[in-house]
């Protein structure tokens, strides 16, 4: 059985920090291209990593880009994503997704995607 569960999320002030783990399970991990994608309160789907199956190229939506940063551990068949400087507005569902392809995959959309998560809930306030 495929199955990618995030872990992770929680309650921060802004300015701080949390990472996400995302485990892979049923399928083999380092065929795959991951991203993150999030979904704030009310709105749609919103892109924001990638990283191609090996693990050594990355890339990030602008909203996030110098706070965050993802990476794999393909032995552990595990997924990352640190988040830093922490802001309200990144307050979503966080999910998971696989694309089997070696290079990173961008899509906002879940359903282009092999498979995802359940997602985890990050929540940013004071």
């Known amino acids: 059985e495929v199955q990618l569960v995030e872990s992770g999320g929680g309650l921060v002030q802004p300015g701080g920090s949390l990472r996400l783990s995302c485990a892979a399970s049923?399928?083999?991990?380092?065929?795959?291209?991951m991203s993150w994608v999030r979904q704030a309160p009310g709105k749609g789907l919103e892109w924001v990593s990638g990283?191609?199956?090996?693990?050594?190229?990355?890339t990030y939506a602008g909203s996030v880009a110098g706070r965050f940063t993802t990476f794999r551990d393909n032995a552990k068949s595990t997924l990352y994503l640190q988040m830093n400087r922490l802001k309200p507005e990144d307050t979503a569902v966080y999910y998971c997704?696989?694309?089997?392809?070696?290079?990173?995959?961008?899509?906002?959309?879940?359903?282009?995607?092999?498979?995802w998560g359940q997602g985890t809930q990050v929540t940013v306030s004071s």
């Open positions: 997704a696989a694309k089997r392809r070696a290079i990173y995959y961008t899509s906002s959309n879940l359903y282009d995607y092999d498979y």
């Open positions: 049923g399928f083999t991990f380092s065929n795959y291209a």
């Open positions: 990283i191609n199956s090996a693990g050594g190229a990355t």
